[in-house]
């Protein structure tokens, strides 16, 4: 599991005001009630800025803490990350880490419930994401040593229940997969905090060396993944997955773009629900930030999104639209480039007649836009929110096209 999501600097609207905002929430969340102990958290950067929460009280906890926040990917901010695990270590934290929140809870707190759920006594960073409807507090559980125990998430919404709920059954069906190219986090702990879903998970080794990722390499893990739950094969019309993604439509249909969904997945219906496609697995938000690779193995986190029988190759499609949008400032044009690199991304998963190379794509566009619609993303300020800014028109024009 991965200690933070970052997301792509291209797409960055407002997502700095919004985090800010969330910290009063979350502390609110995690601290409730009003007691005589004292809670300080120092906040990394700024209170402007804000990534991480620290433990204020021990220096060596808080230096810890960041060192394990996230591996750095450019020089600079490795740079900047070092700057403050030294200033941390040094005492010279005052000067670069100015902002200090102060809470004074009741009794029942997230710290106290983790320390009688894992017998274990342990401090918390608290991470700080980015504006999305399924953003939830995820909390880095440290030992006195200052030692990354584990990661734990918490469900506060509907929906964010729901899928920490869901993580704790992949983490499970995956644990026994056998899966050799990919390593996932344990699941240590499931269980529920007053009105909250949490789920503790196993630290995954993220701070170790990096190794640059092949493309076999990635599609052998995906593979594994595709086939961990087995595989079936048939006609998109008379499948299990087609059913269950018309239902999902039909409950966003009284939705502007909900609507223009379900008549693009209708006409792909049309014109080729007969098309023969192999269904298996997928982790469903296998991004550059949800994996690490390393000599040995990759480490792929964030499984809230596991779902078994979608057509094969879901993964290697989403990798590809999600890193070309951290790259570019069009996400418009990503979903074009998309479509016109499917041919090869999917041929490693047996994909390669071309009616079956458009349909999965198509459809892989339309289960993430459903995603998204059902999510209410665009309502919680998600940056890529609004489907008819990027992916919608490129949608409708591939799919008329048919």
């Known amino acids: 599991m991965s200690p ?48 991480l ?35 941390l270590r040094t005492g ?21 419930y983790l320390r009688r759920a894992l017998g274990a006594d342990v401090r918390l960073s608290v991470h700080i994401g980015p504006a999305r409807a399924n953003r939830k507090p995820v909390l880095q559980l440290l030992t006195e040593s200052g030692a990354t125990m584990a990661f734990a998430k918490l469900g506060t919404s509907a929906l964010t229940r729901t899928l920490v709920k869901a ?4 983490l499970a069906a995956v644990s026994t997969a056998g899966l050799k190219a990919l390593r996932v986090p344990d699941a240590i702990h499931i269980g529920q905090w007053g009105e909250h879903e949490v789920l503790v998970q196993s630290a995954l080794p993220v701070w170790r060396p990096r190794v640059p990722l092949t493309a076999p390499r990635l599609a052998r893990a995906m593979g594994e993944v595709a086939a961990c739950c087995g595989t079936r094969r048939g006609r998109l019309d008379d499948s299990g997955y087609w059913t269950r993604l018309r239902a999902r439509l039909d409950a966003i249909s009284g939705h502007t773009e909900g609507g223009a969904l379900r ?15 192999t269904y298996g697995s997928w982790h469903g938000d296998w991004s550059p930030w949800n994996m690490a690779s390393l000599a040995d193995t990759i480490l792929v986190w964030d499984w809230e999104r596991f779902t078994p029988g979608v057509p094969i190759g879901y993964d290697a499609l989403h990798h590809a639209l999600q890193l070309d949008i951290g790259r570019s400032p069009s996400p418009d044009r990503c979903v ?19 009616q079956a190379v458009e349909v999965t794509t198509l459809l892989y566009l339309i289960d993430l836009a459903t995603r998204y619609v059902t999510d209410r993303q665009a309502e919680a300020g998600a940056r890529l929110g609004v489907l008819g800014s990027w992916l919608l028109p490129v949608l409708v024009a591939r799919v008329e096209a048919l």
Do not use: C, W
């Not at 230096?63 to 070092?82: F, I």
């Not at 993580?167 to 992949?170: C, F, P, S, V």
């Not at 479509?339 to 090869?344: F, L, Q, T």
């Open 263 to 277: 008549a693009a997945a209708e006409r792909i219906a049309r014109a080729a629900g007969g098309v023969q496609l």
């Open 92 to 112: 010279a934290s005052s000067v670069l880490l100015r902002d200090r929140l102060r809470i004074t809870p009741g009794a029942d707190t997230i710290d106290t």
């Open 167 to 170: 993580e704790g059954n992949a």
């Open 336 to 354: 074009n480039d998309l479509i016109d690199a499917a041919p090869e991304l999917l041929l490693p998963f047996g994909v390669v007649h071309r």
């Open 4 to 51: 933070v999501k970052t997301a792509p600097a291209a797409l960055q609207v407002d997502d700095e005001q919004l985090r800010a905002q969330y910290i009063e929430e979350v502390l609110a969340l995690l601290y409730p009630g009003q007691g005589s102990g004292v809670v300080e958290y120092l906040v990394v950067p700024n209170a402007r800025k804000p990534r």
């Open 53 to 87: 929460l620290v433990p204020a009280d021990d220096r060596r906890l808080a230096a810890a803490a960041v060192r394990r926040y996230a591996e750095p990917q450019s020089r600079m901010a490795k740079l900047k990350r070092d700057a403050v695990v030294a200033a």
